[in-house]
């Protein structure tokens, strides 16, 4: 019993280690490793460049007016959303949607929920068709934003490296280019 014991407390300690001190460089700077999410490096061409799995935003820096990052509530769930204003009449929008639990965090849901996405996740690389749930979702003429192109985001790690890395960019005058991969 004792033999198990040790193993066991050491793999606890390990656990609970690592998940105390995550990787302080994940989703910064990573260059040109695509094995990272996302990828954020400087330039030299005076332009902001983000590409995403839904499309690609590049704005020249003097062209930016604000770069904002903001939550708020829509029914059933909470938005946080970065907006990076622009001199012209284009707005980009970058959004992470994040359902809310009513009456907490069912085990059995969860489960079910991840098993259907990952089911979801497979059959769309299996067929090459694109991820429906990754793009934006407009309810026309209800929701219409003119003049305002729209990115929806996975994580909301990756929104916020599109946050730094626009702020970034805008405050410093010196060009960035951020991928990601989700």
């Not at 460089?25 to 330039?43: F, I, K, R, S």
């Not at 959004?95 to 809310?100: G, I, K, N, V």
């Not at 929104?159 to 702020?167: N, P, T, V, Y």
């Amino acid at each position: 019993m004792k033999r198990l014991a040790i193993p066991s407390l050491a793999a606890a300690l390990v656990c609970l280690v690592s998940a105390q001190n995550p990787n302080p460089q994940q989703g910064q700077n990573q260059g040109n490793n695509t094995n990272q999410p996302v990828a954020d490096a400087e330039n030299r061409t005076g332009f902001w460049d983000c590409s995403l799995p839904g499309g690609n935003f590049t704005i020249g820096l003097g062209k930016i007016c604000s770069v904002s990052i903001h939550e708020y509530s829509v029914t059933g769930g909470r938005v946080t959303e970065v907006v990076i204003d622009t001199e012209g009449s284009v707005c980009a929008r970058f959004y992470f949607m994040e359902p809310l639990n009513v009456g907490g965090n069912l085990a059995a849901t969860g489960i079910i929920k991840d098993r259907v996405a990952d089911v979801l996740e497979s059959a769309a690389d299996r067929t090459g068709t694109d991820k429906v749930w990754r793009k934006v979702q407009k309810d026309y003429p209800l929701a219409t934003h003119a003049h305002t192109v729209d990115y929806r985001l996975q994580s909301l790690a990756n929104l916020q490296a599109i946050f730094g890395s626009a702020k970034g960019a805008w405050m410093s005058g010196r060009g960035r280019s951020i991928r990601i991969t989700e």
